[in-house]
């Protein structure tokens, strides 16, 4: 393994505010790295270079403005101008806990794979509304961890938090112009090409996802939207799993109309599974309100997803249409 030189690639898309609290945990991270940060400013009408400017001194950090192609793109924008030989990306609403880099480090130096991925935490200062969401992306009770599992070598990292090394971006191109689903179909490729990945369990971050119920809603039914078409892209990648939110969605209701029929046993077991996720929920965050809310994104999660899932396979696995031409607000273009 080389000398790991790190640069931090983060797109970012009018969200200044962001950056600053971004680079701010930047300043307080423990251990003496060897590493630079790449802001990409992706066609924002609000800029962050006066942010960045005010860490210019503290923190070693490039920043390059281009028209806006997305943050799979941007991402290769950012690395084909580092300095490093092994990038590190991060979504702009992240926070960084002080021992981020030390945990990589460990990890990469106990075992070098040419990418990895971490988790995401609920930070203490995030809203009652952030917690739950963060509760139902993360939990073993609904999806989180459906990421190619925890075997060695075959961890598919997400974007918001990945490590990828120089070889593998070059060998592989990067990113594609499918957004979301750009960071599942990079790992998967990766694999193809025979490189190894792993999770990093210590390398979180903590994840802010400023977003309304209404747009979390949007968010978890483009990632349905985008998985038949990943399927397609990476055929042994598809998993009866993925199917799991339209089955309870469509059980969900179905368990409703038979109970107005006099058939309680259905809707039962979805009491029973909602009680189990609010208990757990109330544990986790000793809060009534966080997992009152909890409940409610598992529902807004599922129901989102599961949509979004049924609708794509049946437009691109029965109709046989085309993806971009059926779903072209899921692409962008490369300018970089």
């Known amino acids: ?35 630079d940060i790449c802001i ?43 300095n490093g030989n092994y990038f590190i990306i991060l979504d702009s609403d992240v926070l960084l806990p002080e021992n981020y880099l030390q945990a990589v480090f460990k990890s990469l130096s106990n075992f070098y794979t040419d990418c990895f991925g971490g988790p995401d935490a609920a930070h203490s ?13 993360t939990s073993i009770l609904t999806t989180g961890g459906i990421r190619g599992g925890k075997d060695t070598g075959k961890f598919e990292p997400r974007s918001f938090n990945m490590g990828i090394s120089k070889k593998a971006f070059e060998a592989s191109g990067g990113f594609g112009i499918i957004h979301p689903g750009e960071d599942p179909d990079l790992s998967l490729r990766l694999l193809d090409l025979g490189f190894k990945s792993q999770l990093i369990k210590e390398a979180f971050v903590y994840h802010k996802r400023r977003i309304s119920w209404s747009k979390f809603y949007q968010q978890v039914h ?30 969900a209701i179905i368990s409703c109309i038979l109970f107005l029929m006099g058939i309680k046993w259905l809707l039962y077991i979805y009491v029973v599974y909602l009680a189990l996720a609010f208990l757990l929920a109330l544990f986790s965050t000793k809060n009534l309100v966080i997992a009152i809310f909890a409940v409610v994104a598992i529902f807004v999660q599922f129901f989102g997803y599961g949509y979004g899932f049924l609708k794509s396979t049946i437009a691109i696995k029965f109709l046989k249409k085309n993806p971009e031409e059926r779903f072209p607000k899921l692409f962008f273009k490369h300018v970089s």
Do not use: C
């Open 40 to 82: 990409v400013e992706d066609g924002s009408s609000i800029s962050s270079k006066n942010v960045v400017d005010q860490f210019s001194e503290r923190l070693k950090i490039s920043y390059y403005v281009k028209e806006n192609s997305g943050p799979g793109d941007s991402r290769n924008y950012g690395m084909r101008r580092a």
């Open 222 to 251: 483009k990632f349905g939207l985008v998985r038949p078409i990943l399927n397609t892209y990476h055929p042994k990648s598809e998993r009866f799993i993925f199917w799991l939110p339209t089955f309870f969605s469509v059980g």
């Open 125 to 137: 200062s995030f809203s009652n509304l952030q917690k739950a969401i963060n509760f139902a992306m």
């Open 1 to 35: 393994m080389d000398t790991l030189h790190f640069s931090f690639i983060i797109p970012v898309y009018n969200r200044p505010d962001e950056v600053y609290e971004l680079l701010e945990s930047f300043t307080k991270l423990k251990g003496d790295f060897d590493y």
